[in-house]
């Protein structure tokens, strides 16, 4: 079983940046396909931007203001968002893959084994 543990988050003003990272108890991420979603209030989880080996990938929509990052280091998987906007309030998940093919894009919330506890990102002037 892996934790992840993630960090980051609260509240900002509209076209303030943030940085949400995300890391695992006891284990290196350095191996696992990893992800950001995020789920706004009675809406589906959807998919914000990972890396699979090769290459971050990201919805269309969060294209040029999200950026996923890994420092193995560290251990620490960041999501940097920048010029937030009030549609940007949700909750925030990191989640990690085991098994996959390098280079391929997973942008399914089932298709990954580990969920961070989520954390709450709220725009709002």
């Known amino acids: 079983q892996v934790q992840l543990v993630q960090s980051g988050g609260g509240l900002v003003q509209p076209g303030d940046s943030l940085t949400l990272s995300c890391t695992a108890s006891?284990?290196?991420?350095?191996?696992?396909?990893v992800a950001w979603f995020r789920q706004a209030s009675g809406k589906e989880r959807e998919f914000v931007g990972g890396?699979?080996?090769?290459?971050?990938y990201y919805e269309d929509a969060m294209k040029g203001r999200f950026t996923v990052s890994r420092d193995n280091g560290r251990n620490l998987v960041y999501l940097q968002m920048n010029n937030l906007k009030p549609e940007d309030t949700a909750v925030y998940y990191c989640?990690?893959?085991?098994?996959?093919?390098?280079?391929?894009?997973?942008?399914?919330?089932?298709?990954?084994?580990?969920w961070g506890p989520g954390t709450q990102v709220t725009v709002s002037s």
């Open positions: 006891g284990r290196s991420l350095e191996t696992y396909a």
């Open positions: 890396w699979s080996g090769r290459e971050t």
């Open positions: 989640a990690i893959m085991s098994a996959y093919y390098s280079g391929h894009y997973y942008y399914a919330p089932d298709e990954y084994d580990y």
